[in-house]
């Protein structure tokens, strides 16, 4: 047993032995061998490891619990707590089989660079504090404003995630659209987008009644009649429609509204237009998903999750917003204690442009993986995330019984068992269970969503560890789960 | 050159070459490896690395703007770049002599941590995503309110900083307390308060018109008749004051306002009561902070920062809540998408009680260190904080023409050198010299603020670097700048 594990012994100095909070260069280099061990053999087993194993979940949490310990514990039981304990029963979100909700993945670059970052601590919320690093992060932000088409004075800011993406947004439109009483203003989104668009209008102060969700199409796209005759009848009612949020890529089926369409319609009702690209925004690398998006650089501001389409750890969002201007005006105050802050397009003081003072150096886990390996390789992986939906689509449709309900407009297709005479409810039971056949065997792990009524099940890719291979393996998990409950239904 | 540093290689697998983004073990444990030799070397020389410079920061950030990279570049080419041009030309917030604003430290157990929880990259905001990984964070958070003397129906979320906790802290009391109309929504504060509270404010959706900022007294604590009387005002104008501010620690001089008081009132006056503990509120783990901060457990919301008192890496900042049910209340939005959510207060889903959805999965930086030393290190480690500041103090009041302009409730003193008969502009540049001459120096490093028109300079200590050693260098560096600008006088 190396030292580290029995005594965590401190660093010593000249000036005596150092506090214990000090990790000698021996302690530290061996608490980061010692997690790499783990970490390497966590991801050699990956493809192997059960994906939505979490009978027994409560009973272990209750098992955890525990008081604020008085005094330490050796390094090695915590890691194998964290390993052997904690890990085994998760959805495995890194997996390459993981084709639920919106895929993880987490490219381990991204964990080295929070390695760099979390040690040196530097505070890039002000330019002053950290030029360099700052323009690190500048250099991300900048870039994915170049993806989207837009012009220099666009601005992007990491967040957190889509959530705090989507609250900028639409606080920033609020200060710029409603500088007042802005309780008669009046949000419009389809019944498709995300709940994050609800909670940002409920976090920036607007009552529910305000946010006007507007029906979709049968692709699940935002029907524009239905949406102009709402603003129309809202305006004749003294309201004040002041945004729109458009989708480039829904959650439940990677719908993408007509992005000119809303672009023309908001220029013409002098609407901020908001479009909510965090799960496909990335796609816009590729050709496909550049002609898909067509009119998304017209938009006021863009939500993108590089933990998403950039296959980053969780906890990296970013939100770009055409006119620097608007997100300094919305998010400027003054104090005293505050460093020298600067009047520059070229020297950028984070937090005078976000809700954020302190919080940490996202953008080098957001710049390391892309400058090792340059656009180019995340482009193909996208396309290839699209291929393979389209593929997964193709076969399914050659399934006995099984009905496509929305074709990939990006890399997520959604389907369902039918079975001749029966009623929505029996289709959910239905297909729960050829959900949790297909689950059970734990190569993959779909999810299911209800689009306009009917209970159904997602295949989203978007992992960069999940390729051909393990969607040959999913496909042939859906057909021997298809199989099984026809001879369930022969057999009774 | 390892084979890291030229090529990047893709891993292998039994199904053939790798996609590029999947790095081999090899590469992994390379770039692990050169990493961990920068940041021993990095810490090793910390001691004697520059405090604060910042000149040639613009060049710096222009000479590494570029365009989105369509190709990769070697890993140590990156490492090199960040290390020797990025971090060399900062304020070094993580030396032992940064006295800055709030000092940084951080523990690098947890880029250890990071590094573990950004690679398994799991899921978190929902319980049942991973059970045991939650209830980690959960721990953490149940610490953190026992800490303050909360009930078992509190709750904890951790955020990115003190920003986001005083919005929540802001947002969650609006729900409670306004559920309507809010804008006749008065909230008050001291003359002292963070301006992350105003900045809450805005975002929460109130007009800064509706923010009350009450004088404070000579020790830079709230004045309670001040505020009795602001709220009889507004009551009478028949607006709806709702909410009060208190500091357990501000960031300019450290004051702690009367809590018992203010929870008196607010009891009184039925208004949420919150408190902002960011750059304080750990000192509570103190028998002094116990003391000072009697009143702490009768807040409604309490604003923590680990990765201030608890010397965490910057991104960990903590909300308490005595109240868990208004936490979800305020934030619990339906999504037919969403896995099954739990309705259970020990098996907590996180995205329910938080403005977040996705996020990184911040407990496990909180959870190792706390775990690996248990919290009497710590304790001890805020206790010695205490202990330097007070000397601090003491050693400045015995230099001729010093003044203590705030003595220290917590961790900081404030000074100033005065000469008879001088303006207070006059006073402004003698101090901005006698800084510069400090700081200059580099051996710590010191930043001002403005107390009631009085430029003076404050010495914060927070790192769990800083100890007496090097606080006897920044007295013996402040005698020599008030003997230097001694002499300049009398030769000029």
Redesign the interface.
């Known amino acids: 047993m190396s030292k580290a594990e029995t005594e965590?012994p401190p660093a010593e100095?000249a000036?005596g032995p150092a506090?214990?909070?000090?990790?000698s260069?021996e302690t530290?280099?061996e608490?980061?061998e010692g997690?790499?061990e783990?970490?390497?053999e966590?991801?050699?087993t990956l493809?192997e490891q059960p994906l939505s194993y979490?009978e027994g979940?409560?009973e272990?949490?209750?098992s955890?619990?525990?008081?604020?310990?008085?005094?330490?514990?050796?390094?090695s039981e915590?890691l194998e707590l964290?390993f052997e304990?904690?890990?085994s029963?998760?959805?495995?979100?890194?997996s390459p089989g993981y084709l639920a909700?919106?895929p993880?993945?987490?490219?381990?670059?991204?964990?080295?660079a929070?390695?760099?970052?979390?040690?040196?601590?530097?505070?890039v919320g002000v330019?002053?504090?950290?030029?360099?690093?700052?323009?690190?992060e500048?250099?991300v932000t900048?870039?994915f404003c170049?993806?989207v088409g837009y012009p220099e004075t666009a601005r992007g800011l990491l967040t957190?995630?889509?959530?705090?993406a989507n609250?900028t947004a639409l606080?920033t439109a609020?200060?710029e659209r409603l500088p007042?009483?802005?309780?008669k203003g009046i949000l419009y989104c389809s019944d498709q987008v995300?709940?994050?668009i609800?909670?940002a209008a409920?976090?920036?102060?607007?009552?529910e009644g305000n946010i006007r969700v507007v029906p979709s199409d049968e692709h699940c796209r935002m029907q524009l009649d239905a949406l102009k005759e709402q603003i129309e009848s809202d305006r004749e009612s003294d309201l004040q429609p002041f945004l729109v949020v458009g989708s480039a890529g829904t959650?439940?089926t990677g719908a993408i509204d007509d992005l000119v369409a809303l672009a023309d319609l908001a220029a013409e009702q002098e609407l901020w237009f908001h479009v909510d690209g965090a799960y496909g925004g990335f796609f816009v690398l590729t050709e496909r998903g550049r002609e898909r998006f067509e009119g998304l650089d017209r938009a006021d501001s863009i939500s993108l999750?590089p933990?998403k389409g950039l296959?980053l750890?969780?906890?990296?969002?970013c939100l770009v917003v055409r006119d620097d201007a608007a997100l300094k005006r919305?998010?400027h105050?003054?104090?005293?204690?505050?460093?020298p802050l600067q009047d520059d397009l070229?020297?950028i003081d984070f937090s005078e442009s976000s809700?954020?003072?302190?919080?940490?150096?996202?953008g080098?886990?957001v710049w390391?993986?892309?400058?090792?390996?340059?656009?180019?390789?995340?482009r193909q992986?996208l396309a290839e995330k699209l291929d393979l939906a389209q593929w997964a689509c193709d076969e399914l449709s050659q399934i006995d019984g099984i009905e496509i309900v929305a074709e990939p407009q990006l890399s997520i297709v959604a389907f369902r068992l039918t079975r001749p005479g029966s009623s929505e409810a029996e289709l959910e039971v239905l297909n729960r269970d050829l959900q949790q056949r297909i689950n059970d065997k734990q190569h993959v792990f779909l999810?299911?969503?209800?689009l306009d009524g009917r209970y159904v099940i997602?295949i989203c890719v978007l992992s960069?560890?999940t390729?051909l291979?393990r969607m040959e393996q999913c496909l042939e998990d859906i057909r021997q789960a298809v199989q099984e409950i026809s001879e369930d239904t022969y057999s009774s």
Chains 1, 2 share one sequence.
């Open positions: 965590n100095s000036t506090h214990p909070l000090e990790l260069e530290l280099r608490m980061v997690a790499t783990r970490i390497v966590h991801l050699r493809p979490t979940g409560a272990l949490a209750r955890l619990r525990e008081d604020l310990p008085e005094s330490g514990q050796p390094y915590l964290v304990r904690c890990l029963l998760t959805y495995n979100t890194a909700f919106i993880g993945g987490g490219l381990p670059h991204a964990a080295v929070d390695l760099i970052a979390d040690t040196v601590n530097r505070y330019f002053v504090a950290a030029p360099g690093l700052v323009q690190l500048v250099n900048r870039w170049q993806m957190t995630g889509g959530s705090l609250f606080y609020r200060r007042d009483n802005f309780l995300h709940h994050s609800m909670k409920m976090l920036a102060g607007f009552p959650v439940n999750d933990h296959f750890p969780y906890g990296t969002g919305a998010h105050v003054a104090a005293a204690y505050m460093p070229e020297q809700p954020e003072l302190s919080r940490d150096f996202r080098l886990r390391l993986p892309l400058k090792m390996h340059g656009v180019g390789v995340f992986a999810t299911s969503t209800n997602r960069f560890r390729h291979d």
